[in-house]
T-cell receptor
Framework: GAGVSQSPSNKVTEKGKDVELRCDPISGHTALYWYRQSLGQGLEFLIYFQGNSAPDKSGLPSDRFSAERTGGSVSTLTIQRTQQEDSAVYLC???????????FGSGTQLSVL | TQLLEQSPQFLSIQEGENLTVYCNSSSVFSSLQWYRQEPGEGPVLLVTVVTGGEVKKLKRLTFQFGDARKDSSLHITAAQPGDTGLYLCAVSGGSNYKLTFGKGTLLTVNP
């Protein structure tokens, strides 16, 4: 596609449920990033994928969060047993190579009731 | 303590006015980026500054990187309603891929 695509755009869930957020990066981009944007906070780095290398998971806030990137393309961010503090906008970005210009998707607005 | 402090946090002005927003830190950076984020969208890169004292212009937007590479400013001349958005600065600390963002300045330009 022309840009980074994220789905769903909005997700409302109940506390304790699991959610999956999807990111389709720009074709040919080797690097993929997930960020979280909470009210009153800046963008917070979550995880980074580069090619076939082991991902940098250093930003994941707890073991309830996990992500995978299949075939070097699509990525899924999974949050298990969601909590109210998980409510935020989850943004995905890709770049052609590490350190190059980031292109962000429109994000998934997650609301945990 | 935030690595990047952005000010002001909120700014509401009338169309045609000039404004400056700031991004400050006590750390030195090799480069600094400015993004604009519109409601319901992801941030879009506006500019990257890399040299101390550097000034870059993008139409009515002027970006400056401090001489010591610790701070930056964004000046908008004759603001338009289309300039409305969240302005974020960001740096890569220690790695060339992991960006750290400031909390942003939310700018509203009223017609």
């Amino acid at each position: 596609g022309a840009g980074v695509s994220q789905s769903p755009s909005n997700k409302v869930t109940e506390k304790g449920k699991d959610v999956e957020l999807r990111c389709d990066p720009i074709s040919g981009h080797t690097a993929l990033y997930w960020y979280r944007q909470s009210l009153g906070q800046g963008l917070e780095f979550l995880i980074y994928f580069q090619g076939n290398s082991a991902p940098d998971k250093s930003g994941l806030p707890s073991d309830r969060f996990s992500a995978e990137r299949t075939g070097g393309s699509v990525s899924t961010l999974t949050i298990q047993r969601t909590q109210q503090e998980d409510s935020a906008v989850y943004l995905c970005a890709s770049s052609q190579n590490p350190g190059e210009k980031l292109f962000f998707g429109s994000g998934t607005q997650l609301s945990v009731l | 303590t935030q690595l990047l402090e952005q000010s002001p946090q909120f700014l509401s002005i009338q169309e045609g006015e000039n404004l400056t927003v700031y991004c400050n830190s006590s750390s030195v950076f090799s480069s600094l980026q400015w993004y604009r984020q519109e409601p319901g969208e992801g941030p879009v890169l506006l500019v990257t500054v890399v040299t101390g004292g550097e000034v870059k212009k993008l139409k009515r937007l002027t970006f400056q990187f401090g001489d010591a590479r610790k701070d930056s400013s964004l000046h908008i001349t004759a603001a338009q309603p289309g300039d409305t958005g969240l302005y974020l600065c960001a740096v890569s600390g220690g790695s060339n891929y992991k960006l750290t963002f400031g909390k942003g300045t939310l700018l509203t330009v009223n017609p």
